[in-house]
């Protein structure tokens, strides 16, 4: 059985959900307690560090929400939050799905879900690649700052990896561009040759992006408009759940996965 002062305290604090700063008045219509009552919890949160009260009598939340919000970032483990989601993925639309981090120049392999189809793309977990080639490390670089990306493209050793590896600064920002536009990426024979992926970033509370989550298959499989238009929707779709599991806002994610061809 629910306590009904927990369930009420729980009630104030919700109000902070849509506003930034919150009268008595607006906790009293948003709870329906009385004023008496409402006035009483809210300044008992505000004695625990829950909420902060100014001098014209308005709340806000505590900065408490600031140390707790950093503890469940710093705690919250990526590859476990999304391999149920990679797993759906890979179960619904037959292709790998793999799932990537940045480290300095590269990107990192740290959780996939095989595809069950006899033709594949073999990924490794702990592979590296470069982030100006294939879908999935590109994803990540297209949505650093412009500051970040001007760096890295200069740092790079750029290495024909495939057919089709990007191979200036030219080439890259071309299909940054391109990415932005689309909201996803698409590569095909950059990291190995006959192999495509497609790839959408996963946002962090800040809206950092923290990872890159990817299709990848043999190129023949992803020639077809139709087919590819699938698989961008879902993994977009997918990403936006992630990140907002990982505290994204609704307004980044908004501006984040739109769909274009």
Same mark, same amino acid.
């Given at each position: 059985m629910l306590n009904k #002062? @927990? @369930?009420?305290? !729980?009630?104030?604090l919700h109000v902070f959900y849509d506003?930034? #700063? +919150?009268?008595l008045a607006d906790i009293m219509e948003h709870t329906g307690l009385p004023k008496t009552s409402a006035h009483r919890m809210a300044e008992t949160l505000v004695e625990m560090g829950f909420l902060e009260k100014s001098e014209e009598h308005k709340y806000r939340l505590g900065l408490i929400f600031l140390k707790f919000g950093s503890l469940v970032a710093e705690r919250l483990d990526i590859r476990e939050l999304a391999f149920p989601f990679m797993q759906s993925l890979r179960d619904t639309y037959g292709e790998a799905v793999n799932l990537i981090v940045r480290d300095g120049l590269e990107a990192v392999y740290v959780e996939k879900a095989d595809t069950k189809e006899r033709i594949r793309v073999f990924t490794q977990i702990g592979r590296r690649a470069p982030l100006y080639a294939g879908a999935c490390p590109r994803v990540i670089f297209s949505y650093l700052t412009e500051d970040e990306q001007q760096q890295l493209a200069d740092e790079f050793q750029y290495v024909a990896y495939a057919d089709q590896t990007p191979l200036s600064k030219s080439e890259l920002f071309d299909k940054v561009r391109e990415t932005r536009e689309r909201g996803w990426a698409l590569s095909h024979s950059e990291l190995e040759s006959h192999s495509s992926a497609i790839a959408v970033p996963v946002i962090d509370h800040n809206g +950092? @992006?923290? +990872? $890159? %989550?990817?299709?990848? $298959?043999?190129? @023949? *499989?992803?020639?077809?408009q139709t087919h590819l238009e699938k698989l961008a929707r879902a993994l977009q779709s997918v990403g936006r759940e992630i990140s907002l599991q %990982?505290?994204?806002?609704?307004? !980044?994610?908004? +501006?984040?996965? *739109?769909?274009k061809l």
């Open positions: #002062t @927990v @369930v009420k305290s !729980m009630e104030i506003k930034e #700063t +919150a009268s +950092a @992006v923290v +990872a $890159g %989550l990817s299709f990848v $298959g043999p190129q @023949v *499989r992803f020639n077809e %990982l505290g994204a806002k609704e307004e !980044m994610v908004n +501006a984040l996965y *739109r769909f």
